[in-house]
């Protein structure tokens, strides 16, 4: 599996394969794990998932540490790609971790429903 490298990519591959609304479903049951009160509904639009994905990286960031890093232990992101992003920035290292977030989530979903088909 290619990951998409950018946010367009990755929403456009998720529309086209019929995925966007189980991404939304998969984010939404990964924050609930992580009892961080967000809920996206169903027929958000990408670029309201994105901000709205962003902004609360940002805040957990600035506010909630440990809430965030629980985040990304809950939506098992690379630990090695954290750890590569440049932190003197903290707009632009949230909107990378949001990034981040999307594609790991991203990832479950595919498979899931690749491996899902194939079980049939």
Do not use: C
Not at 55 to 71: D, M, P, S
Not at 95 to 114: A, C, D, G, T
């Amino acid at each position: 599996m290619n990951l998409p490298q950018t946010y367009e990519a990755l929403f456009q591959e998720a529309e086209q394969l019929d995925l966007y609304k189980k991404l939304v479903l998969q984010l939404n049951k990964d924050f609930l794990y992580a009892n961080i009160d967000l809920d996206f509904s169903g027929d958000i639009l990408p670029s309201s998932l994105k901000f709205i994905l962003h902004e609360t990286v940002y805040k957990l960031i600035q506010e909630k540490f440990a809430e965030y890093l629980n985040l990304l232990y809950i939506i098992d992101v690379s630990e090695d790609k954290i750890k590569k992003l440049n932190g003197d920035d903290t707009l632009k290292l949230s909107e990378e971790v949001s990034f981040l977030i999307l594609q790991r989530e991203w990832q479950k979903v595919w498979y899931k429903q690749k491996f899902s088909k194939n079980k049939l």
